[in-house]
């Protein structure tokens, strides 16, 4: 049976206020039409019927289409350039303006946060970290993380940074305090100015080239000049003079 994909993105729009116009066709049908199969809808509008009625059907929507999977320190050697980066960027700019777009648990925007804290690096206010779901959001306020979520934290970063209570690794309130958590929907609402690093990474894969585009665009735009754009590993730019962007290292630009 085909199902009514223009019906159910009105729907969405409507009544979940999220904009799928934007994210790559195929990929997100298949991954409706999966999530739908698991609530036992058969079509688009029994499953909305679903979604409404049932938070849980809702929430699992949710987590679906945003794909929440995210790492402290993702892709390690990556980020050990980038911490190379940051380094270079604070000499120049000693108080730095960051933002961590498409942040999920806050894993990313804390990593930041405990390099930062290491290397003694200043900051203008907190690390911006927004994302579309709100309860990511919660979760990544809250600042605690199972074992498996840490694998790519140091020993030392873990007795520094984490205090263990009951299985679970708490964040300490110096790094949590250094992040701001926000609602951000990155087609959907405006950027920022005046950043001297972005992160956004592993999410504008789900989109259209031509959203994707615009949104190197738009986070260029949101760049000083001299300031990072930083990117997930299977996001390389191909033509980032376009954007008025250099590479400086696989998956790292800089704002010319
Ligand atoms: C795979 S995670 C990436 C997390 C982190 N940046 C990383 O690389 O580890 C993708 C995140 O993008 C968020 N997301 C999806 N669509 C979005 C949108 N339109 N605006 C903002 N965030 C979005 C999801 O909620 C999810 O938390």
């Known amino acids: ?142 600042g605690v993380y199972k074992t498996h979520e840490m694998k790519n934290v140091s020993a030392t970063d873990r007795n520094s940074y984490f205090e263990e209570k009951e299985g679970n690794y708490h964040l300490k309130s110096n790094i949590k305090n250094n992040v701001q958590f926000k609602k951000h929907d990155l087609i959907a609402d405006k950027f920022g100015k005046g950043f001297h690093i972005i992160v956004c990474r592993n999410v504008t894969i789900y989109f259209k080239n031509e959203v994707k585009e615009e949104l190197y665009q738009k986070f260029s735009d949101s760049l000083v000049p001299g300031g990072l754009f930083f990117t997930g590993a299977t996001e390389a730019i191909y033509s980032p003079e376009v954007y008025g962007l250099k590479k400086v290292s696989a998956f790292i630009y800089e704002k010319m």
Not at 38 to 64: C, H, M, W
Not at 66 to 73: A, E, P, Q, R, S
Not at 86 to 92: N, Q
Not at 96 to 117: F, N, P, Q, R, V
Request: one cysteine or more.
């Open 1 to 142: 049976m085909k199902l009514n994909y223009d019906y159910f993105y009105d729907w969405t729009k409507a009544n979940l206020n999220i904009n799928l116009d934007g994210y790559k066709e195929k990929q997100l049908q298949r991954r409706i039409a999966s999530v739908m199969k698991n609530a036992g809808a058969v079509t688009l509008e029994d499953y909305s019927r679903k979604i409404q009625k049932d938070p849980a059907v809702k929430q699992q929507f949710l987590d679906y289409i945003t794909i929440n999977v995210t790492d402290f320190f993702r892709n390690q050697d990556i980020f050990e350039e980038f911490e190379k980066q940051m380094l270079v960027l604070s000499a120049e700019f000693p108080a730095m303006k960051i933002w961590s777009a498409a942040c999920s648990t806050g894993a990313e925007a804390y990593s930041m946060a405990m390099i930062l804290d290491k290397h003694k690096m200043r900051t203008s206010d907190k690390i911006l970290a927004t994302d579309i779901d709100d309860t990511i959001l919660k979760r990544a306020k809250l």
